[in-house]
């Protein structure tokens, strides 16, 4: 029973964080998992990636449907981020010492509070005003920045995605955020995939709730965040992410 409630927890958590803000699971789950059920961090993740990517799937085709989605120059993204993921890993195990494990924690509270205090208010007209090859070129190179920095660090995917989509692409939110689930299912199956063939099948009951309950939640935030206004989405997806944050760092703390 108490498993079952942290795994609850951890999936309802992720799932908001994914549905209304591209979070990735991960960011959320991993630390529960690993304060409050003592699982070797390597499995905590490995389960994470899994839960990771139907909610971002099914959040993916949620926005896809609405219309709040790129999937053209999200594809051309997604290459370049598992590409360079693998240049910022391989020269992360060059360097000693090189942790950064909190990176992501800091920068989901403070996007939260971005998001309250300095609202994306670009609307799509004003998004399709750059030319198909500015916005390829700039897909490419956010890539290569986004792909590095999670390669090197080991956190902050989602984050850096949405981040980057919103203030240096100039994407409208729902479809910065629509563009971050559908990068983030391949990414995450690629994570999940490399995960259990190293370390192999985790607990399966675990491994069951958090998929079930973080793909629940996450549709529940994808069809709200649908449905809102720029404003409403805005308020939601900074309050979600601020408790997000300032509870991972507790958990963070109790570890």
């Known amino acids: 029973m108490y498993k079952l409630l942290i795994c609850f927890i ?4 992720a799932g908001l964080g994914t549905g209304f803000a591209g979070m990735s699971a991960a960011a959320v789950i991993s630390p529960m998992l690993i304060t409050f059920l003592n699982f070797p961090a390597y499995e905590a993740v490995g389960i994470a990636l899994a839960s990771d990517v139907l909610a971002s799937a099914v959040s993916a085709y949620t926005y896809g449907k ?9 594809l051309i993204m997604m290459i370049t981020v598992l590409l360079f993921t693998l ?3 391989w020269i992360a195990s060059l360097v000693p010492n090189t942790t950064m494990g909190s990176f992501s924690v800091f920068m989901t509270l403070l996007l939260g509070i971005k998001f309250i205090v300095k609202p994306v208010m670009t609307t799509k007209e004003s998004m399709n005003i750059v030319s198909g090859k500015k916005r390829i070129i700039q897909s490419i190179i956010s890539g290569m920045v986004v792909g590095f920095i999670c390669g090197f660090i080991g956190a902050g995917g989602g984050m850096m995605m949405l981040l980057i989509l919103t203030s240096v692409l100039g994407y409208e939110l ?3 955020v629509g563009t971050s689930v559908f990068i983030m299912a391949f990414t995450a199956l690629t994570g999940a995939i490399s995960h259990f063939m190293i370390g192999g099948i985790p607990d399966i009951g675990c491994l069951v709730f958090c998929v079930a309950f973080t793909l629940l939640w996450a549709k529940i935030a994808a069809k709200f965040a649908n449905k809102a206004s ?8 900074g309050i979600v992410l601020a408790i997000l944050g300032s509870l991972i760092l507790l958990v963070n703390y109790l570890k």
């Open 66 to 74: 609405n219309k709040n989605l790129d999937v053209r120059n999200g």
């Open 10 to 13: 951890a999936g309802m958590g």
């Open 87 to 89: 240049v910022g890993s």
């Open 174 to 176: 729902k479809t910065a």
């Open 230 to 237: 720029a404003a409403t989405l805005n308020r939601a997806t």
